[in-house]
């Protein structure tokens, strides 16, 4: 993570953290980078979530693209895989995404792609960041020169969502009844112009996005009203998208998740058997455990990566593997996208259940998932990177290690989106689990209040 940008890009709570100033910085740096590099003054389009925050750091990054002879394009509400889509369908430059993900709606952020659709790697984030401290005054531009904004709102998400229909390939699932939750975020159009396209009898809620109500009890961060009426409602299964769709969990029809690791695991013994899998699974080292443990009889190995989907994507593009994602429900199908899409994965899982002929229970009972607990530490983002760094944390860790035997694990990590740091523990004794989860909690409270 560098000066600015964490594991997926610059975020904070709008006007506070990440303020309209910051957002124009970010922009004229991305800007002069670019036109130092290709010669000529790019093309960068903008796609943002539907938080209230989204027309003001729209309309401060266009400032700061123009102002230094860029030309913006501006898309509106989209999915963050939509952007990056239309930045490589477009021919672009860069695409740029405001948006929080997953945070609440008080938080927003930028993040951005390259024309290729892949997201920009640390030297170019790094490059940015020193011009944001310091650009010189030879990139602003004056009279002709300055760039222009236009306005491709109108038909960026209906292209997008033909083309995510077209990747089933004219098949159809007919006979399924799907629950969608959009988060009130940038699915909330777009899931409707797609799902119904493959035959199913789609009912969607949180899809009434205000500014304010977006990942509001909804979404994938907040699934127990989902759970519950796909359980009490007849569905075969509920998907949850999360505030810029890039991820997505599920849940059965009888209300019981399906995390990230559950999808990959099924998608990747299904790709297996259609012999579209290349190599492995691309997971991180926050993947539960049972994940390897699942795809070792079906003979899929599993890389792990450090937390992001981005680094995810690097080790997939290295190894030339063709799936990885997240627990959190990241998942990257790199034959149809550059990025992970929430929306591509569901329609993908819908297809596959299509194929099989059966529930999602059953293709999910016989994945073990050893104990985990993740507890969220808060800790000021001045701080957060330096914990697990601390002599007391790296005892701490090797205590807990080896309480388990090699049947456990412990990952401390600081969030690289939001002030926290994140505290997994994970082993085969659920007891010994909870305790450990407990004590490693208190400890790093203990140190973080000393810092």
């Known amino acids: 993570m560098g000066k600015y940008f964490g594991t997926d890009g610059v975020r904070g709570v709008a006007n506070v953290e990440l303020t309209a100033s910051m957002a124009y910085d970010i922009g004229a740096a991305l800007a002069y980078s670019m036109t130092k590099s290709l010669g000529r003054a790019p093309k960068v389009c903008i796609g943002k979530d539907t938080r209230i925050s989204g027309d003001m750091l729209e309309s401060a990054l266009a400032a700061g693209v123009t102002a230094c002879g860029g030309d913006v394009y501006l898309l509106g509400v989209m999915p963050t895989p939509a952007v990056a889509w239309l930045s490589r369908e477009e021919k672009m ?30 030297s170019q984030e790094a490059e940015i960041e020193s011009l944001m401290d310091e650009l010189p005054r030879e990139a602003l531009k004056n009279g002709a020169d300055l760039g222009r904004i236009h306005d491709m709102k109108a038909e960026g998400n209906a292209r997008y969502s033909r083309f995510l229909v077209a990747s089933a390939g004219g098949k159809k699932a007919g006979g399924m009844k799907v629950l969608f939750d959009c988060a009130n975020g ?15 009898d789609c009912d969607f809620m949180a899809c009434e996005p205000d500014g304010v109500n977006i990942n509001n009890g909804c979404g994938s961060t907040h699934m127990g009203k989902l759970r519950e009426m796909v359980r009490n409602g007849d569905y075969t299964l509920g998907v949850a998208f999360d505030g810029d769709a890039d991820r997505c969990l599920m849940c059965d029809e009888k209300g019981n998740m399906i995390d990230g690791d559950d999808i990959l695991a099924l998608l990747s013994v299904y790709l297996k058997s259609q012999n579209k899998l290349k190599g492995g699974v691309v997971a991180t080292i926050m993947s539960n455990m049972g994940l390897a443990a699942y795809l070792r009889p079906h003979g899929i190995e599993v890389k ?33 996208a550059t990025t992970g899409d929430g929306q591509l994965t569901a329609l993908q899982f819908i297809m596959m259940l299509q194929e099989k002929g059966c529930m999602p229970s059953e293709l999910t009972r016989d994945i073990f998932h050893y104990p985990q607990i993740m507890n969220n530490v808060p800790v000021p983002n001045a701080v957060k990177k330096q914990i697990a760094k601390l002599p007391e944390i790296e005892a701490l860790s090797k205590e807990i290690t080896d309480a388990f035997g090699g049947e456990g694990r412990i990952n401390i990590r600081p969030s690289g989106t939001e002030a926290l ?18 004590y490693a909690k208190n400890t790093v409270i203990e140190v973080a209040a000393k810092l």
């Open 93 to 122: 430059d860069a695409g740029v995404v405001i948006s929080a993900s997953h945070n609440p709606f008080e938080h927003n952020g930028i993040k951005i792609f390259a024309g290729s659709g892949y997201k920009l790697d640390d």
């Open 304 to 336: 792990t990566t450090g937390v992001g989907d981005r680094l995810v994507l690097e080790e997939m593009r290295r190894s030339g593997w063709n799936i990885g994602g997240e627990q959190s429900g990241h998942v990257i199908l790199s034959d149809n």
């Open 186 to 200: 940038a699915s909330s159009h777009t899931a409707k112009l797609i799902f119904p396209e493959l035959g199913l």
């Open 421 to 438: 740091v994140r505290v997994m523990v994970e082993g085969s004794d659920a007891a010994l689990v909870e305790k450990m989860a407990e």
